[in-house]
């Protein structure tokens, strides 16, 4: 299995991205699915996970602004990203059973 993550960019702080991870080589249905940043000089922090069943959980920084989504038949996993602000600047990465993307930069920047 293999995960692209594309989608990093440079934003304005209060816009909007969206990532998005797709995995070749196997399916993605009956997997949880991971979102995690590395920002500048620290470690990589857990953001997002949407588990098999759909259901979405964040960590406290990104609570009501981001949003994770799946489309199984499309082998995909999306990370919608609102309000943006400094602190979200950082290189994003999705996993799954213990694979890794090569990651995506964002960063956040007037």
């Known amino acids: 299995v293999k995960l692209v993550e594309s989608g990093g960019g440079l934003v304005q702080p209060g816009g909007s991205l969206r990532l998005s991870c797709v995995a070749s080589?196997?399916?993605?249905?009956?997997?949880?699915i991971g979102w995690f940043r590395r920002a500048p000089g620290k470690q990589r922090l857990w953001v997002a996970l949407i588990g098999a069943d759909g259901m979405g959980h964040y960590a406290e920084a990104v609570k009501g602004r981001f949003t994770i989504s799946r489309d199984n038949g499309k082998k995909s996993v999306s990370l919608h990203m609102q309000r943006m602000i400094a602190e979200d600047t950082a290189v994003y990465f999705c996993t799954m059973r213990a694979i890794w993307g090569q990651g995506t930069q964002v960063t956040v920047s007037s």
């Open positions: 080589g196997d399916t993605l249905d009956d997997y949880d």
